[in-house]
């Protein structure tokens, strides 16, 4: 994708706050000199058998991008795709559980776009609300921040599991579901109440394309200790038994090179975090006195298996470190 918007020139406009240029969850736009409204779109190949269900899914993953800038979700379309054979019902289900999830954040859909593919494809264009001054990039990372990730890691590898083996245990499915259906709502609150000091969401990229984002956009380093990290039960045995997400080879392809492992990180622990998630948590970097607190609150209310998971260093400048 770098290599094809190299070709596209960038647009030069005063409003244009965060643009295409960086790599970040959503673009934002100012409309007034307190107001911005903050922009993403996202779409989802099914991950759960059941439509409802992956509608609300595909539903909270895009409105996830506009909680990791700090914005707060106004308005969506619907963008669905799907076989001219399909049952109706289906569909209707698919976009009623996008609503649901739409709905309880507070925001509302008004409509969408339809078009015929071979396979299905929903997601949602979101637009949102945000305060130029209170914007959070990627970039803004501080020397001494601590990072606190908000989901455990293990979707791709489960939602693989599920595709491979055509079932995975109950309640390891439903405590994944829950996870990939649960709003990112109320960290991003907390995050804004505690003035963090940069945000990503954790998607398609995988734990270490999204955080070495972070580090690459804020010119600094981050360490990552991997036995901090929440992750869903069993998604090491998985992978031990041959479980491989299909984003793991790409994502490895991609940033590597930007990653330093230490030997503790064995090749099961590299592709968990090499694997794509869905509808992941927020990475949060916050300011080492802030982040106690942080954490407090985010597990008193709801967020319950957030964990502090690394630093932001000045050594190893554009790179992740991960050790014990």
């Not at 509302?108 to 078009?115: E, I, K, Q, S």
């Not at 940069?198 to 734990?207: E, H, N, Q, R, S």
């Not at 041959?242 to 503790?264: C, L, P, Y």
């Amino acid at each position: 994708m770098a290599l094809a918007l190299a070709k596209v020139p960038q647009i030069q406009d005063d409003r244009i706050l965060v643009g295409s240029n960086n790599a970040d969850d959503a673009g934002v736009f100012r409309i007034a000199p307190d107001r911005a409204l903050v922009h993403t779109v996202d779409l989802l190949a099914p991950v759960v058998n059941d439509p409802y269900t992956f509608g609300r899914i595909a539903a909270v993953n895009s409105l996830s991008d506009v909680y990791a800038m700090g914005g707060i979700p106004l308005v969506a379309l619907n963008v669905i795709g799907f076989p001219a054979s399909l049952d109706p019902e289906v569909v209707g289900e698919i976009l009623r559980g996008g609503q649901d999830a739409v709905v309880e954040d507070g925001a509302v859909v008004l409509g969408g776009h339809t078009f015929q593919d071979a396979e299905i494809r929903y997601g949602l264009a979101v637009t949102g609300e945000i305060s130029p001054d209170e914007i959070y990039t990627n970039s803004g990372c501080k020397t001494g921040d601590l990072l606190i990730l908000t989901k455990p890691l293990g979707t791709g590898t489960v939602i693989q599991a599920m595709m491979t083996r055509g079932v995975v245990p109950e309640e390891l499915y439903r405590t994944v579901v829950a996870s990939m259906t649960t709003s990112n709502r109320k960290a991003s609150e907390l995050m804004r109440k505690h003035r963090a000091s940069a945000c990503t969401d954790i998607t398609g990229f995988g734990f270490l394309g999204h955080c070495w984002e972070m580090a690459e956009a804020s010119g600094l380093g981050a360490e990552i200790w991997f036995d901090k990290l929440p992750t869903f039960p069993k998604v090491l045995d998985l992978i031990r038994e041959g479980v491989i997400d299909a984003g793991v080879k790409m994502n490895r392809n991609s940033f590597e090179q930007n990653v330093i492992f230490t030997d503790e990180a064995d090749v099961h622990i590299q592709t968990l975090l090499f694997a794509s998630e869905t509808s992941g948590g927020l990475l949060i970097s916050v300011a080492e006195d802030k982040a106690g607190i942080l954490l407090d609150e985010l597990t008193g209310s709801g967020v319950e298996q957030s964990a502090v998971v690394g630093k932001v260093t000045d050594l190893n400048l554009g790179k992740v470190k991960v050790y014990k």
